[in-house]
């Protein structure tokens, strides 16, 4: 390159227009026709002027064409839409008490006659929502399914309620184990519990035991607590003596009947 713009005479820094000018002045010059011409000059100066000017011209206008090309696809290719993502769905799914203390494996059918297989972990609470990924509607041009919102009810409550994570229930016992306690059968949610009444228990007497809620998950570390109020069971006989007690005490000169 640099040989090319010592045979045209110029300076390395020349323009490309300095190069046209140099060459078309030397080749009236060394032209074979011309008086005094050289034909290997000539050739020299030819070869020179390609090298400067002729070759970067044809880079320029291959550049330009595949430019010119380029805009030429881009403005007949579609436009690419853009990926939407499907809708969620929301959905309602009631469970037991024993569901909720133990877990459960539920079946929920959708509008539409689709099933989802719902999985519900040990500590779940009614208001929780259960997030089923990819399971709502389906996405649009590429974009992600929509996911299943489950939110989470008390249905069956079997006889007990319900408070916070806390359970509460019942359990009735003739008037002889509570007066002198021992060991009862507790049918709790999370099935057959064995548990101690102590001696002299009255009637409304409530025992807690700690931990036996429901269970903690998630956000709600603590489990909850099982409280069981006493309550006196019907016997034969007790109405009866029961009356006769009332009667005996409201007048104690009174003959028993």
């Known amino acids: 390159m640099n040989d090319s713009y010592a ?3 110029l300076d390395k820094n020349a323009s490309l227009h300095e190069a046209r000018a140099a060459y078309r002045r030397l080749a009236k010059i060394w032209h074979p026709d011309a008086s005094g011409g050289d034909e290997t000059r000539f050739l020299a100066l030819n070869q020179a002027y390609q090298t400067l000017v002729r070759q970067p011209e044809k880079a320029i206008s291959r550049r330009r064409g595949m430019i010119s090309a380029f805009w030429r696809k881009a403005k007949t290719t579609p436009k690419t839409k853009p990926k939407v993502r499907g809708a969620d769905i929301q959905a309602r799914l009631q469970l037991s008490l024993k569901d909720m203390v133990c877990g459960a494996s539920r ?13 519900c972990p040990p500590g779940c609470g009614a208001g929780d929502v259960i997030r089923l990924r990819g399971a709502g509607h389906e996405g649009k041009n590429g974009g992600k399914n929509g996911d299943a919102l489950i939110r989470l009810q008390v249905g069956d409550t079997q006889g007990c309620t319900l408070k916070g994570r806390d359970i509460h229930l019942k359990l009735a016992i003739d008037l002889p184990r509570l007066r002198s306690g021992g060991k009862a059968d507790l049918y709790a949610p999370q099935g057959l519990l064995k548990i101690t009444v102590p ?11 700690k931990g036996m809620g429901l269970p903690a998950q998630g956000k709600n570390k603590t489990p909850g607590d099982l409280y069981v109020r006493l309550i006196c069971a019907d016997t034969p006989g007790f109405g009866a003596a029961l009356a006769r007690f009332s009667r005996k005490w409201a007048n104690p000169l009174r003959k028993s009947a």
């Not at 079946?107 to 999985?119: N, Q, S, Y």
């Not at 002299?200 to 409530?206: D, E, I, M, N, S």
């Open 7 to 9: 045979i045209l005479g």
């Open 107 to 119: 079946r929920l059918t959708l509008a539409g006659g689709r099933v989802l297989e719902v999985e």
């Open 199 to 209: 001696p002299l228990a009255g009637p409304g007497t409530r025992l807690r035991l």
